[in-house]
């Protein structure tokens, strides 16, 4: 699975269950470079979704596919968040079961995400 059609799956998915979500893309630039425009920290996790009802809350996503792993910037971002109290969560395709379950607000352990 292509890190675009996991993404996509995911919004879809969030939407549908009732998330508010943003995703930051990166673009090409003129250079041919790619790169998200952003002013602070790079690193920033791909989306955040938010939902108000019970069970629901923030959450800030970095998705991964095959063996692609967190850069230092990304792993400085996630750690912050998780030790401000936040929900943060590098997910795979792997953990589309969990990620279901926890976007339909089920009980399904942190740990298990």
């Known amino acids: 699975m292509l890190e ?3 993404t996509h799956w995911l919004i879809d998915h969030a939407q ?11 673009a090409m630039m003129r250079s041919g ?9 790079a690193g920033f996790p791909d989306l955040v979704l938010v939902h108000e009802g ?5 959450i800030f996503a970095e998705l991964k596919v095959g063996r692609n792993k967190l850069s230092d910037k990304q792993q400085v ?4 968040l998780q030790a401000a109290g936040a929900e943060a969560h590098v ?4 953990d589309m079961w969990q990620i279901s379950h926890r976007l339909k607000r089920l009980d ?3 740990e298990n995400l």
């Open 4 to 6: 675009s059609e996991f």
């Open 16 to 26: 549908w269950c009732g998330w508010h979500v943003t995703h930051f893309r990166p």
């Open 33 to 41: 470079r790619w790169a998200t425009a952003l002013q602070g920290n």
């Open 54 to 58: 019970i069970g629901g809350g923030v």
């Open 77 to 80: 971002w996630i750690d912050r």
């Open 91 to 94: 997910w795979r395709p792997s």
């Open 108 to 110: 399904v352990p942190k």
